[in-house]
């Protein structure tokens, strides 16, 4: 196809890969993803969330953690935009295992941003930061609030974004990053907190579990719907001068909001189910993080469209499709699994 552009995403494989990539095919691009070789040899399971657009997209095996791999995809494919969303991006493991994190998360984007300037140093390149990044600084926040990272997945989103800048002002490339708060969608995995309420309280309604258990059901986030994230990831890329910029709905709810709701649009009261269990409380805690999304308005065009109970209900209503065609020990084992092992425990922030 004539003049049809080509686009690199890393964790296409992921939530905001799978939409990113349904949003580039419907505007023509060529769509093309790294994945671990893992994953291309077991497409059905690491595949999921991408099953239904494995004839359309290329796939790659390459790993964050090997630059000759990044590089060697990269000069394959010459993108003319590179999105770099993968990484460890649960806060919760962050806290269990920093050295993977920052291997991962700061190393992965360097090896990238490097691949990208020696390779196709034309290319537009997103990087996805994350209200992480802002951790402890008072609330709303915006493009010109200090960083107070509290996690070691926070700190290694900062190091990426300071990557960027960096790539961007000593190498001239068109490097942008967004700072996008919590977005959730049917696709998110099952160790955020927002699946973990939806996939239980559909569970509960169904009668295959008998609880939720939760840490700190007081904080407070900033929740959109990721189909949406990702036009703004897409909107940054089309403009003429690369700038970073805060993606947000600009409201906040708590994970007590997200379960009182999604509970009760099955018409369940959490209480009767809610066990609270300090195995699931950060070490270091973010209260609140809320943004302001004027620059985006401003520059991108760009505003979060969803309601806080319609993604709700979006969520609530896909697993209790999901799990009405389940097998009833199919579910034991994954919540047991989820409960047990470090690092698997529901967070409440990626990106």
Same mark, same amino acid.
């Given at each position: 196809m004539a003049?049809?552009?080509?686009?690199?995403?890393?964790?296409?494989?992921?939530?905001?890969?799978?939409?990113?990539?349904?949003?580039?095919?419907?505007?023509?691009?060529?769509?093309?993803?790294?994945?671990?070789?893992?994953?291309?040899?077991?497409?059905?399971?690491?595949?999921?969330?991408?099953?239904?657009?494995?004839?359309?997209?290329?796939?790659?095996?390459?790993?964050l953690e090997s630059y000759p791999s990044l590089m060697k995809v990269v000069a394959a494919v010459q993108p003319e935009e590179v999105y770099h969303?993968?990484?460890?991006s649960y806060v919760g493991y962050s806290?269990?295992?920093?050295?993977? !994190?920052? /291997? +991962?998360?700061?190393?992965g984007t360097h090896y990238l941003l490097s691949a990208c300037r020696d390779v196709v140093p034309h290319a537009r390149f997103y990087f996805a930061g994350s209200s992480e990044m802002f951790g402890s600084a008072p609330a709303p926040q915006n493009e010109q609030?200090?960083?107070?990272?509290?996690?070691a997945y926070g700190i290694s989103k900062v190091a990426g974004y300071h990557l960027t800048r960096n790539y961007r002002e000593a190498y001239k490339l068109h490097a942008s990053c967004g700072m996008l708060y919590n977005?959730?969608?049917?696709r998110r995995g099952m160790e955020f907190v927002t699946r973990k309420i939806t996939s239980l309280a559909a569970q509960i309604k169904l009668g295959l579990a008998t609880e939720i258990r939760l840490g700190n059901p007081e904080a407070k986030r900033d929740?959109?719907?990721?189909?949406?994230?990702v036009e703004a990831m897409w909107r940054?890329?089309?403009?003429?001068?690369?700038?970073?910029?805060?993606?947000? !709905?600009? /409201? +906040?709810?708590?994970?007590?909001?997200?379960?009182?709701?999604?509970?009760?649009l099955l018409d369940l009261d959490p209480y009767k189910y809610l066990v609270l269990d300090?195995?699931?409380?950060?070490?270091?805690?973010?209260?609140?993080?809320?943004?302001?999304?004027?620059k985006a308005r401003q520059h991108l065009g760009w505003s979060s469209q969803t309601a806080f109970r319609d993604l709700v209900r979006d969520m609530v209503e896909s697993d209790l499709k999901l799990y009405s065609h389940c097998e009833t020990r199919e579910i034991q084992a994954a919540t047991a699994v989820r409960e047990t092992l470090p690092g698997l425990q529901p967070v409440i922030a990626k990106r």
């Open positions: 003049n049809q552009k080509r686009a690199l995403i890393t964790g296409i494989s992921g939530q905001d890969g799978s939409y990113l990539s349904e949003l580039l095919l419907e505007k023509g691009y060529e769509v093309h993803g790294i994945v671990r070789r893992v994953a291309i040899e077991d497409p059905q399971h690491r595949l999921s969330r991408i099953h239904h657009l494995l004839g359309r997209i290329h796939l790659h095996a390459a790993s969303l993968a990484a460890q806290f269990e295992d920093e050295f993977s !994190t920052f /291997e +991962t998360n700061v190393n609030t200090a960083f107070r990272p509290r996690s977005h959730e969608s049917p929740w959109g719907h990721a189909r949406e994230y940054m890329l089309q403009q003429e001068t690369p700038d970073d910029y805060v993606i947000a !709905t600009g /409201e +906040t709810h708590s994970v007590r909001e997200f379960l009182e709701c999604a509970f009760g300090e195995r699931f409380i950060r070490p270091a805690e973010v209260d609140v993080l809320l943004g302001d999304t004027s």
